[in-house]
């Protein structure tokens, strides 16, 4: 199994912030990384795909980048709406995702 | 419009079955696979396995490899998701997610997610 370490597991930011957050997986996954947004009580959005393709709909303040075993997710300039879970997940052998990282308001 | 759309909640005793179902519409059911995501309370996201709606291929996490079944019923577009015997850990949100998968590309994603069923287990 591969397995997807998220970090940080929470963090707070502001309105306007630059928030990054790190996935790193156990075994190179080359790019077969996805992002996703989960909101409470609704199911998870896909972000990014194949670690830096932005999903069609997606604001262009989320970013990624990363291959092998080491990912990010940027948001640029954190919105109110952006306030959420994120999951990473590996998709490069079966399946995987990351505990994921939950962004609070400050 | 593409859409996912699961059976509603269940409340079950431990060691009933249990079968949720979740059925595809507004695209062809075997151009694409069919996995199964747990989210217990207040906790993330585990991958729980997969079919292929085409031959009825599974593939499972060894976490989950013999504690559930998945199946497709091709005529209805629906897939399935099994248990023979519930324990009350298995109280839970189950999804469904449409495999995206463009072949020799790194495109390989869940870009369709049904509404999740909540399946309670207690005695």
């Known amino acids: 199994d591969i397995q997807m370490t998220q970090s940080p597991s929470s963090l707070s930011a502001s309105v306007g912030d630059r928030v990054t957050i790190t996935c790193r997986a156990s075994?190179?996954?080359?790019?077969?990384l996805n992002w996703y947004q989960q909101k409470p009580g609704k199911v998870p959005k896909l972000l990014i795909f194949?670690?830096?393709t932005l999903q069609s709909g997606v604001p262009s303040r989320f970013s990624g980048s990363g291959s092998g075993t080491d990912f990010t997710l940027t948001i640029s300039s954190l919105q109110p709406e952006d306030f959420a879970i994120y999951y990473c997940?590996?998709?490069?052998?079966?399946?995987?995702f990351g505990q994921g990282t939950k962004v609070e308001i400050k | 419009e593409v859409q996912l759309v699961q059976s509603g909640a269940e409340v079950k005793k431990p060691g009933e079955s249990l079968r949720i179902s979740c059925k595809a519409s507004?695209?062809?059911?075997?151009?694409?696979?069919i996995n199964w995501v747990r989210q217990m309370p207040g906790k993330g996201l585990e991958w729980m396995g997969r079919?292929?709606?085409?031959?009825?291929?599974?593939n499972y996490s060894p976490s989950f490899q013999g504690h559930v079944t998945i199946s497709v019923d091709k005529s209805i577009s629906t897939a399935f998701l099994q248990w023979s015997s519930l324990k009350a850990s298995d109280t839970a949100i189950y999804h469904c997610?449409?495999?995206?998968?463009?072949?020799?590309?790194?495109?390989?994603?869940?870009?369709?997610w049904g509404q999740g069923t909540l399946v309670s287990v207690s005695s």
């Open positions: 997610a449409r495999r995206w998968y463009i072949n020799a590309s790194p495109t390989d994603a869940f870009d369709i």
């Open positions: 507004g695209y062809t059911f075997t151009n694409f696979w």
């Open positions: 079919i292929d709606p085409t031959d009825s291929y599974t």
């Open positions: 075994q190179s996954v080359s790019s077969y």
């Open positions: 194949a670690a830096s």
């Open positions: 997940q590996q998709t490069y052998s079966s399946s995987t």
